[in-house]
């Protein structure tokens, strides 16, 4: 996979991040998206921003289609979506608050042998967010990371292998407790 400028890379995610407008629920997660894109739409230079775009068009990323009003509306293709989603994964992390809310996350699955490769990324990544393995097929963490989890079951495309779990009790946290938290 060729890499993208950084530029292109910024005008992926800010696509995506208009498309994650459509699938939110909740004013929330709303705000979040709108506050982390805004800042960063406004610091990208006209004539490099044209220039990624036209790039990008040239690459099938993304598609430029003509308005009734006489404006342009860019559309992210399938192969842009799969490249955004490519770079966003690859920068994810799960941010922890200053104080724990006592809440422990679970992560389930059972991921079928001919999705091996799958199984096998899904563990990289749920690994790589901090979560730490309990059994073959469960892991824990103790920060909020709903969104990052929904972000890597879809873009792996696990949805219905996976179970995500908020709980207050676990039998053994004194050793998680020690893995997560010691000073």
Known sequence: MKA??????????FLLAGASFYFTRTPKRYHRISDCSGKEWKNLGKVRMERSVAGMCRSKMIDLKLQPDGTW?????????????????????VKRPKRWDKKWRVVLFDIPEKRKSDRDAFRKWI??????????????????CRDEFDFVVEFLGLRKYVRFIVTDDIDND?????????R
């Open 4 to 13: 993208l400028g950084g530029v292109q890379q910024e005008i992926l995610l």
């Open 73 to 93: 509306k860019m559309v992210l293709t399938d192969h842009g979506k799969r490249r955004a989603l490519y770079y966003k994964i690859e920068s994810m992390e």
């Open 127 to 144: 690994k790589k967010l901090g979560f730490s393995e309990l059994q073959k097929s469960v892991f824990v963490l103790p920060y909020d």
């Open 174 to 182: 004194t050793y998680l407790k020690n893995r997560f938290f010691q």
